[in-house]
């Protein structure tokens, strides 16, 4: 198992498409565990495997932010898909690991509910609210080329890009990677 690189924006690699898994193999299982881990050591709520440069249609969500009990397993969603939103919006701050030390305040649907496969190979759905809603369509999102810089307003982007340059130049994101392995 590794801590994979996060792929951060502007990284054209962030909007290329993503494919569907074939089937769960050996490969898949591999790229799910190191997903799994370098979520845990960036302190990530989910991360999709296009921000560790897989075209992979594949997100993983940490296990209690889906609702599962303390301990549980992150939640493996592979071609997954959201079958339903609820009409009730929440807004809130919103980070994301592939625009590090960014929150901007995003408007969700407060319940959803998405159909994917396991790694097991078999379909499930499930539904969520609040946290766990709102993880599922950002990690969506990541899987369409859609990114938290394109929810905000034309002056909110150019401040992110802005320090997010900023931040690279001073090699922040260095830091962050050998505290997350360290």
Known sequence: MAILPIVKYPDPRLRQPTVPVARVDDEIRALVR???????????????????GSDQRIFVIEGQVA????????????NPEIVWLGAELD??????????GIFVPVKRALRARLRAMG???????????GLFARAIQHEQDHLTGRLLIDM?????????????KRAAERGDDEDEVAEAEG
């Open 34 to 52: 190191d997903m799994i881990d370098t979520m845990y050591a960036s302190n990530g709520a989910g991360l999709a495997a296009i921000q560790v």
């Open 67 to 78: 609702g599962l009990p303390e301990g549980a397993p992150a939640l493996v969603c592979i």
């Open 91 to 100: 807004g809130g701050d919103e980070g994301c690991l592939s625009f590090p």
């Open 119 to 129: 790694l097991d190979g078999q379909l499930y759905e499930v539904e969520g609210e």
């Open 152 to 164: 905000v307003g034309a002056l909110k982007r150019e401040m992110i890009k802005r320090k997010l």
